[in-house]
Nanobody, 124 residues
């Protein structure tokens, strides 16, 4: 089973940037697609971005396109989420997750192991 640990969250002013990291255990990280999701208080966990095992295919939710970038470093077993032009509505706990297939999807149910989450708070 893949274990995931997120880091990089924090408090930032609107318009600022943060980079989230998700370190994964296991020697087969490079075989799996990875995703980022977020959950705001009182709301459902929602898809943010996903990346294929090779890094060649990425998906984003519409509201973060052009502001967020997902990437991965398979040599370091790490996936990143670079967030720029942050807005108060981006405030949430951000989770990374692994899909035990190489191709990414946007469906939460397609992802298996989840990290513990990292809080991102954007002040106005």
């Amino acid at each position: 089973q893949v274990q995931l640990v997120e880091s990089g969250g924090g408090l930032v002013q609107a318009g600022g940037s943060l980079r989230l990291s998700c370190a994964a255990s296991g020697r087969t990280f490079s075989s799996y697609a990875m995703g980022w999701f977020r959950q705001a208080p009182g709301k459902e966990r929602e898809f943010v971005a996903a990346i294929s095992s090779s890094g060649g295919t990425t998906y984003y939710r519409d509201s973060v396109k052009g502001r967020f970038t997902i990437s991965r470093d398979n040599a370091k077993n790490t996936v990143y989420l670079q967030m720029s032009s942050l807005k108060p509505e981006d405030t949430a706990v951000y989770y990374c997750a692994v899909r035990l297939r190489p191709g990414p999807t946007t469906a939460r149910a397609d992802f298996g192991s989840w990290g513990q989450g990292t809080q991102v708070t954007v002040s106005s």
